[in-house]
């Protein structure tokens, strides 16, 4: 324990939307109370009614998944600042108050929002008050940042983000003046960063979430006629899942429920899933090709541009040419990428931010 961390409160506001949220918040949490700080994470799931939080998420999952193309084009209706006020300040003054009385309560030396939708409420909680803790944001978004996450940014004291051109997208594009854009990569604990010698594409993790019923079949009737070893990843993606059981009886594939993927990159020579950005995250710190067949419009096309800057991977929705690059693709050419991105310090960044 060193002095300058006793009696230090640190306040995670986080959100379970989506995951890479909650795994940042996770593993900054266990990162500081490592450290002796006194710790607290906020989930907007359980801090907002529980009729709201099922609406929202029914709708965002169902919508996003179901109409891609309509979705794409509500998010950049949203991505307005003029917009986002006025949605603001009719939904959210109802909850202000209790997120007020949390500050009051627990008096954090440091507020850390992992999720966008936070800022309004540190925004008005400092506009009432003085402000006695410092405010920080881990952006998850990359490349191409939804301006929600910069709707109160003169109360917000540093902000970090993936990689040095998702920086450089940032400044542009909301003409950001001050120097308080700090490179950090994505919270992922030191233990799980991997440097791999070699690539073995023999072993290929196939993750089902959101991948497409024909893309995936016909990925599979060419890979299991091959010397590859297969394992099908059901998470949330159950008929399909099924469906796959019955039709692929084959000794070189294994279907599993759910996997652990920390605790497993480094058996996976191949991943492909779609472009959520933790995972991603995760495959960059543990060295893990991935083919990336779908992404959600807007929200995730700045993901896609990443892989394509960084040459780290490849998007490819077509099942054929997928076939083609698992089978002909060097990727151990892809080891040396890697480094360039990853960042094995990435929690340490952030906590050495603290003290300047």
């Not at 500081?32 to 989930?43: G, L, Q, S, V």
């Not at 540190?122 to 910069?150: A, F, R, V």
């Not at 109360?155 to 003046?177: G, W």
């Not at 058996?267 to 779609?274: A, D, H, L, S, V």
């Amino acid at each position: 324990m060193t002095e300058k961390n006793i009696n230090k409160k640190i306040l995670l506001l986080t959100a379970s939307y989506w995951a890479w949220h909650n795994v940042a918040a996770n593993t900054l949490e266990k990162y500081y109370k490592d450290r002796w700080y006194e710790t607290k994470i906020i989930d907007l799931v359980d801090f907002i009614d529980n009729f709201t939080w099922k609406t929202t998420q029914s709708f965002y999952q169902d919508f996003c998944s179901k109409y891609p193309k309509i979705w794409e084009k509500t998010f950049n209706i949203l991505d307005n600042k003029k917009i986002k006020e006025i949605i603001f300040s009719t939904s959210y003054p109802i909850y202000q108050k209790k997120f007020n009385k949390l500050i009051n309560e627990y008096n954090p030396n440091i507020v850390l929002s992992i999720f966008p939708f936070w800022g309004i409420f540190i925004k008005n909680n400092i506009d009432k008050n003085w402000k006695n803790y410092k405010s920080w944001i881990i952006i998850t978004d990359s490349i191409k940042i939804h301006s929600i996450w910069y709707l109160e940014w003169d109360y917000i004291d540093k902000y970090f983000v993936i990689d040095e051109y998702s920086k450089e997208k940032f400044i542009n594009k909301f003409e950001h003046k001050k120097d308080n854009v700090i490179v950090s990569f994505f919270p992922i604990d030191k233990k799980y960063f991997i440097v791999k010698k070699k690539i073995n594409n023999k072993n290929i993790y196939i993750l089902l979430t959101w991948l497409d019923e024909k893309y995936i079949i016909n990925v599979l009737k060419l890979l299991v006629e091959t010397s590859y070893n297969i394992k099908i990843i059901k998470w949330r993606n159950d008929l399909l899942y099924k469906k796959l059981q019955n039709i692929f009886l084959y000794n070189n594939i294994e279907f599993i429920d759910f996997l652990k993927l920390l605790d497993n990159y480094k058996n996976i020579g191949i991943f492909i899933w779609k472009a959520w950005w933790a995972t991603m995250s995760e495959c960059i710190a543990t060295d893990t090709p991935v083919i990336v067949p779908t992404f959600i419009p807007w929200q995730e096309e700045g993901n896609i541009k990443l892989i394509n800057k960084w040459e780290v991977w490849f998007y490819e929705p077509d099942w054929f040419k997928s076939y083609l690059l698992v089978k002909y693709i060097d990727w151990n050419k892809l080891l040396n990428n890697f480094k360039k991105i990853k960042k094995i310090n990435s929690c340490d960044i952030i906590y050495n931010s603290f003290w300047k």
